[in-house]
């Protein structure tokens, strides 16, 4: 990405959730190919922006922080002052430090994201408060693009009306919507068995 595209993005990693569904682990610091799962996100985020801001709870931060210690990037934390408030409240307070027009967002957990689909996502911008892949299986909005201003905005309105959820922000943004993002872009890790089945493809595949 070009130099002046660099320096108007934020790429941001939402960590803050507990993981419930991979059982006693940290989601975040389980090793895909000898590397944390973070690491893999963060270092695809810092091939489109000079900063990469890690949302998280206060507990999970020194063991973040060693887990992205080799990365070459500058690392930002936005810590949840309310932990367990779900992912909007994390996406909120991660874009309260973003400092550029536009951030591109990522989920812990989707290690194969690739810096060319969401290089494409930005591309797709324009006018609209962000940028989603959608599937069959809907919206991802934990890998998209968004123009932090209104996005923060709005996010803040939506959790004060009571609202956690993610779709709940789509449905107050003006999104362009996404249908041509490779599938292995959007693979989300969120269970064990899920690992170790990216785990059995990378030792077949070598």
């Not at 006693?24 to 190919?33: F, N, Y």
């Not at 810092?46 to 500058?74: I, K, M, W």
């Not at 309105?157 to 922000?169: F, H, I, M, V, Y």
């Amino acid at each position: 990405m070009p130099t002046d595209e660099h320096s108007t993005a934020t790429g941001v990693v939402v960590a803050g959730g507990r993981s419930t569904r991979f059982g006693d682990r940290e989601k975040a610091l389980a090793d895909l190919d000898g590397r944390p799962l973070l690491a893999h996100v963060a270092a695809t985020l810092a091939e489109l922006a000079d900063t990469v801001v890690v949302n998280c709870r206060p507990d999970q931060r020194p063991d973040f922080v060693d887990a992205l210690s080799g990365l070459d990037a500058d690392i930002a934390w936005a810590l949840d002052e309310r932990p367990d408030e779900g992912p909007l409240a994390g996406l909120a307070t991660a874009l309260a430090a973003v400092g550029t027009d536009h951030a591109v967002v990522l989920g812990c957990d989707m290690p194969l994201s690739g810096a060319a689909a969401l290089e494409a996502l930005r591309d797709e911008l324009g006018d609209s408060d962000a940028v989603v892949p959608r599937t069959e299986g809907g919206p991802e909005p934990l890998h998209a693009v968004y123009r932090v201003e209104p996005t923060l905005a709005v996010a803040r309105s939506t959790l004060d009306d009571g609202e956690r959820s993610l779709r709940a922000l789509l449905d107050r943004l003006a999104v362009e919507y996404v249908e041509s993002v490779p599938t292995q872009s959007l693979t989300s890790v969120d269970t064990r068995a899920r690992l170790d089945e990216l785990e059995r493809a990378e030792t077949d595949a070598n």
